[in-house]
């Protein structure tokens, strides 16, 4: 209860709207001209002396994405979108690439510290000392287009992990890049993806070689800071044979009254017998009490078990941007592959959710888990839609799906949107739904034993969420308790 | 020691109370009976301070302390406590969750100490095992598909943890077969004290037999209609509500 104590009081110190991690960094940065069309593209390339083949990589996609349309099939409404009124490159202006955190502008190392991310390792060894439970954790920050710092590099090393910004990869590793790079999610995948492909700044890039059990967590964090920037970071993880990997990913972004577009892919990659745990909070600003401004998440993520006995688990807590687009799905390929789905979504406001997985069953034996918990208040709209299907090799294939929508007042709406496909007659699917209200009934009963009407809400809301925050790493854990209780915030009457 | 001076509820326009006066002194169990829809229910959920009964006259006092601007927290943590006719469910939060966040709320809000853990443990042991309740139910969430008996016998355990200083225990015979009412007739009656005041609110003198009042209330359309011992029970046991509805109009 200490947990839910701390949220109820944190919550209680903020303004209403406060959206803790609006401000700005004043800090001079690099841009490209506005707009997008080939010399955009190159020039980006350019900007990361990129090799040729990634450059017409880039080139064929932003081609493609011109015969393209934008995806109109979810449930969420927004104007149309001025590409050409966007810049999709920008940088914090600093002569070369930082080449350690030293040479980190201290203005960006104060910004990570005030979103409470320590970069410097020394900080953080010493509060390993301070208390020996602490687990390492190595991060790698994105600011705006480009990766500003990556921690425990050498450390990691040792083991032969290998932890770096994707732009960095393309000069040190490009034969695993090349290799791997839209092997998941293919250029033409689409509308967003396929932008992606062609302006995608950074991002994080990991290998784990064959064997190898990473020695910490990895995390990146990703802020948007510049006025009218798209942020299209890419992040291709790599598990080779027999390895395991837990990655975390943040996202913050200011206060800002217009709408900003964040496109990502992430792909993974699972060999035989790998294991790929991957976690988001995701807490990109969500707009005002209005509706106005907030990030549009148009995000594509999908893992590949590609190996025989893999295993890749998707966990997210999803509270902020104005609209969220994200199915992170898995391709069960491998003979008895598992693919996970954890997700707590929540909206408030004027938010606009449309998420869920899809697991692909390709390969014999493969079995996969879903679980969805949905949270809607104020005027926000929350859809789960999720596809389960199985291909006619894919015998045995199993998978367990429960989706459940807790409703907070009477102005916001859930939806559920399964679909479900089975092309050989051994497949074992189960679906489970539920729709709940938190009653005035249950806040009455809980508030006549002494809790207040916030402290009843935090306390219904995580016993709701419970089953998907204990797949959640500790740190996280605790962060996105936090987290749902300030999103929810004012939605009790 | 709770007082009802002349209170007057209305849910949604429609009048529910309608000059009701009662007083339950300190030690004092008094029992309200009742035909269905006479407003036995409504009185437990106005003292209790749920937000949608509208009070448009007359006050609740509770140890002298007007309630009329406290909410349903603040009149918790002064000592008041409802068994509910219908106790419930909240998945995902375990039993015992619940009840250390209900104890610590209670303690804050009186500027005491929070319970430490192993000494709250101890207590919820004790007071568990007196009332049949395993520990596998103190790890369920909270009456998530427990029986009507089951969630009782919880309702009692939260009142003995929470020790309040007035309790209504609103139509707690309802859903009880005889050996759940047994049980929980006895819990409650281990909790009757010289300092606690019990409003037993009921429609059948069965319960009353279990926990004998001191005194016996007959509420008909909104308000008291007699008052007087334990043997105006047993009348009413023989000769229904029908002569009180008369004796009102």
Known sequence: MAAVQETVDKVRTLDVDAYKYGFTTDIESEKAPKGLNEDIVRFISAKKNEPEWLTDWRLDAFRRWRTMAEPKWARVHYPPIDYQDLYYYAAPKTAEGPKSLDEVDPELLRTYEKLGIPLREQEILAGVQADPNARKVAVDAVFDSVSVATTFKAELAKAGVIFCPISEAVQTHPELVKKYLGSVVPVTDNYFATLNSAVFSDGSFVYIPPGVRCPMELSTYFRINERNTGQFERTLIIADKGSYVSYLEGCTAPQRDENQLHAAVVELIAMEDAEIKYSTVQNWYPGDSEGKGGIYNFVTKRGDCRGDRSKISWTQVETGSAITWKYPSCILRGESSRGEFYSIAISNGYQQVDSGTKMLHLGANTSSRVISKGISAGHSQNTYRGQISAHRKAKNARNFTNCDSLLIGNSCGAHTVPYIEAKNSSAVFEHEATTSKISDDQLFYCMQRGLSAEEATALIVNGFVRDVLQQLPMEFAVEAQKLIAISLEGSVG | ?249
Not at chain 2, 43 to 53: M, P
Not at chain 2, 83 to 93: A, H, K, M, T
């Open chain 2, 1 to 249: 020691m709770l007082e009802i001076e002349n209170l007057h509820v209305s849910v949604a326009g429609k009048k529910i109370l309608d000059g009701l006066t009662l007083k339950v002194a300190d030690g004092e169990v008094a029992a309200i009976m009742g035909p269905n829809g006479s407003g036995k229910s409504t009185l437990s959920y106005v003292v209790a301070g749920r937000s949608d009964y509208e009070v448009t006259e007359g006050s609740i006092k509770l140890d002298g302390v007007d309630l009329a601007e406290k909410s349903p927290a603040e009149r918790a943590a002064l000592g008041l406590f409802l068994v509910f006719q219908y106790p419930l469910e909240i998945p995902g939060v375990t039993t015992m969750t619940f009840l250390k966040a209900a104890i610590n709320a209670q303690r804050k809000a009186r500027g005491e100490e929070e319970l430490a853990t192993p000494d709250f443990m101890r207590r919820v042991r004790d007071a568990a095992k007196k009332l049949n309740i395993s520990q596998d139910m103190l790890k369920r969430p909270v009456n998530f598909g427990f029986s009507g008996g089951e969630k009782k016998r919880m309702e009692i355990l939260q009142m003995a943890l929470l020790e309040p200083k007035f309790a209504i225990l609103d139509e707690m015979d309802s859903g009880l077969d005889i050996d759940a009412l047994r049980v929980c007739a006895e819990g409650v009656n281990a909790l009757r004290s010289k300092e606690r005041g019990l409003l037993v609110i009921t429609h059948y003198q069965r319960l009353l037999d279990y926990i004998a009042p001191d005194t016996v209330h007959v509420m008909h359309k909104g308000r008291i209609v007699r008052s007087g011992g334990p043997e105006l029970a047993l009348e009413l046991e023989k000769s229904g509500y029908a002569d009180y509805a008369e004796e009102a109009a």
